[in-house]
């Protein structure tokens, strides 16, 4: 039987909660025979801090490195707020990012009919919607030098951030989009802003002529990353893939989660490039959502992003395409079947806790299995 080998990062907040759940299922499916899974579990963000005064030690990177797939919870909270900026909470998950080359951020939004009502749109513009933002992880403004804030001669400071790419990083992100979108509806929308941004004249460039050269057959559109917003919320039916860079891709994935009811609903996969000799890629699987300090340690958080994270795990890392179906499916029967953590449900309609939420899913797998 395979062995796959899972890094275990849950870091802060609701973090550890979320990731219980996904330990349970771990631990069932290897149980069960359908994969023999090791973890390992390490720290990560604040919880890292506290312990070594550092975001995430050289050991576990090298964990991370070494792991088939990295399973992160989430980094952060007021607690930390007067950390050190090089050692703060998110330091750890932007260098695990860089570190490991993630550059393909697949930030997949889908509103499961059940939870249509829990949209602030209406049923109609978000039932059955199905998208995937496709945001590039390890360029751009995130990671561009300078990045400083100095002291002028007469006293004023001055902060500099840098927005930069190249044209190999547009290729290769706009590569995997154009991948994705012919295994589902053929359509790209590649989107930055070109009106104001050098970055953004190029970033068109190149997709468009890559379009023309290699992916003639995909459908592709450009739109303004303001427009885009906007027609995220207008009309988001109409996309299919969106592309994009590492910093309009982070606005616009917390608006897509919006649209399917609750932040907590969102998984996201953090992709490497495939490595030539073994055809693997590193790959690190992450909830959209953050630590969500208010209402940590309550029972209260939603699992569902986390244990969605699993499902593209199995899916993306491991080519386990029934395992992953079945977690997905079992997702979309609690759902069916009424269960809601209080993100999700309606006022005056009762909450299940992270831990019921987790189980329900757990058992709907293994009804599926049977
Ligand atoms: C995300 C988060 C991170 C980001 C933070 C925690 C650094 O918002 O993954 O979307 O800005 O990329
Ligand atoms: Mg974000």
């Known amino acids: 039987m395979a062995s796959y080998n899972l890094l275990l990062l849950p870091g802060d907040g609701i973090g550890p909660e979320v990731m219980a759940e996904v330990s349970k299922l771990v631990t069932w499916f290897t149980k069960q025979g359908i994969a023999r899974f090791e973890t390992e579990t390490d720290l990560v963000g604040g919880a890292s801090y506290d312990a070594t005064k ?42 695990l990012r860089k570190d490991l080359g993630l550059f393909a951020n697949l930030r997949p939004a889908i509103c499961y009919g059940a939870l249509a009502d829990a949209s602030s749109l209406k049923r109609e513009l978000v039932e059955g919607l199905d998208i995937v933002i496709v945001r590039e992880l390890t360029g751009g403004v995130y990671f561009g030098e300078p990045k400083e804030i100095v002291t002028l001669e007469n006293g004023e400071k001055r902060a500099v951030d840098t927005q930069v790419y190249t044209t190999h990083e547009i290729e290769r992100i706009a590569a995997v989009a154009f991948e994705l979108a012919r295994k589902r509806r053929n359509k790209v929308t590649s989107s930055e802003k070109r009106n104001v941004m050098k970055s953004g004249v190029l970033w068109n460039q190149v997709v468009t002529a890559q379009h023309k050269r290699d992916y003639a057959d995909v459908q592709l559109e450009h739109q303004l990353a303001d427009a885009l917003g906007m027609q995220l919320v207008r009309q988001p039916k109409q996309f299919d893939v969106i592309v994009t860079d590492n910093l309009f891709g982070d606005m616009l994935s917390d608006v897509a989660a919006m649209l399917t009811g609750s932040l907590g609903m969102l998984p996201s996969a953090s992709l490497g490039a495939e490595d030539p000799a073994t055809g693997k890629r590193k790959a690190l699987y992450e909830p959209v959502h953050g630590s969500a300090p208010d209402i940590a340690g309550k029972a209260l958080a939603n699992p569902i992003a986390m244990i969605g994270s699993f499902a593209m795990t199995l899916r993306y890392s491991f080519g386990l395409t029934d395992a992953a179906d079945m977690v997905e499916k079992a997702i979309s029967s609690v759902l069916d079947q009424g269960l809601r953590t209080k993100d999700i449900a309606s006022p005056g309609q009762n909450a299940v806790s992270t831990a019921e939420m987790g189980d329900a899913i757990l058992k709907g797998v293994q009804t599926l299995a049977r």
């Open 54 to 95: 550092q975001s995430i030690t050289d050991a576990a990177m090298g964990r991370a490195m070494a792991a088939d797939a990295v399973l992160f919870g989430a980094v952060g909270g007021p607690k930390w707020d007067a950390v050190a900026y090089d050692v703060r909470p998110e330091a750890g998950l932007l260098r």
